[in-house]
T-cell receptor
């Protein structure tokens, strides 16, 4: 089966610019996650969707980050305006259910803010 | 979610068993132990998970102590392709909002 697709693979922007990342989860997966992974650290959850509803966005910096999941399928994560400390890999993951199932991760988008 | 502690790095000879320890002394009764790994420049990959019984699949075995305060991931015959960062996570049955720590960087040596 096809995996979790993310684009773009790499992005370089200047600080204060805006950027958007796209994720297409595995077909039929109800749960979708966005993680931020700073170099040398483990991934940190930003937001979790169940279908098109938000389950957990407690660690999403809402003053500059936003995310949506249209029709419970694809999702976009936006940063506006970007800061230097936003440089990281942004990972999207999906799982069949919320309960006790494995999550499948995409390859991520590497963002560099200069 | 409970915090886990892992050694920052380990080496293992190719073909030998790799035993990766994890301490989760504050795990609660309904929290599972999950293991993921992340090969360079890729997203994390699920390996195995368990509650209190030992588990085995085609990738690895998971041994959980009786008091559930620690566990060990076993890769029975490590290959060079097993070189990765391994994450141990104690997570709720009801969600996958895992707290990833820094993990253990496993180097499989020829």
């Amino acid at each position: 089966e096809a995996g979790v697709a993310q684009s773009p693979r790499y992005k370089i922007i200047e600080k204060r610019q805006s950027v958007a990342f796209w994720c297409n989860p595995i077909s039929g997966h109800a749960t979708l996650y966005w993680y931020q992974q700073i170099l040398g650290q483990g991934p940190k959850l930003l937001i979790q969707f169940q279908n098109n509803g938000v389950v957990d966005d407690s660690q999403l910096p809402k003053d500059r980050f936003s995310a949506e999941r249209l029709k419970g399928v694809d999702s976009t994560l936006k940063i506006q305006p970007a800061k230097l400390e936003d440089s990281a890999v942004y990972l999207c993951a999906s799982s069949l259910e919320t309960v006790n199932t494995e999550a499948f991760f995409g390859q991520g988008t590497r963002l560099t803010v200069v | 979610d409970a915090k886990t502690t892992q050694p920052p790095s380990m080496d293992c000879a190719e073909g030998r068993a790799a035993n990766l320890p994890c301490n989760h002394s504050t795990i609660s009764g309904n929290e599972y132990v999950y293991w993921y790994r992340q090969i360079h420049s890729q997203g994390p990959q699920y390996i195995i998970h368990g509650l209190k019984n030992n588990e085995t699949n085609e990738m690895a075995s998971l041994i959980i102590t009786e008091d559930r305060k620690s566990s060990t991931l076993i890769l029975p015959h490590a290959t060079l392709r097993d070189t990765a960062v391994y994450y141990c996570i104690a997570g709720s049955y009801y969600g996958q909002n895992f707290v990833f720590g820094p993990g253990t960087r496993l180097s499989v040596l020829p």
